[in-house]
């Protein structure tokens, strides 16, 4: 096929370990601008990035040759290390283990 032209719009959910209330107002702003940046970064095109104290929204355009798992893997590892490296929360962040992934059209 000479070209070819997908939109896939993604919304995943994902949560802090043990669902704690650590994403606190005073770097969470900064948090999302920094997982979007990771979104644009890797192929996908972020739409929105949003959250409360302990779990974050993302909606984004899919890359049709990467998969979901993938992107949500270097979405969670980069943003934790982020936060740890800026000592952002008191010991070791961490976020849970899966998430939630669902198209929307």
Known sequence: MANTYT?????AVF???GREN?????FRSDLF???AGILNNTKQYSLAVN???????IFFEQHP???LADILETVKSNSSKWVNENRL???KFAWQKGYGGFSYS
């Open 51 to 57: 959250g409360y104290l302990d779990h974050v929204h």
């Open 22 to 26: 650590l994403l606190t107002k005073n």
């Open 89 to 91: 929360v008191k010991g």
């Open 15 to 17: 949560a802090v370990k």
């Open 65 to 67: 040759t990467i998969a």
């Open 7 to 11: 939109q896939i719009n993604i919304h």
């Open 33 to 35: 601008k920094y997982i």
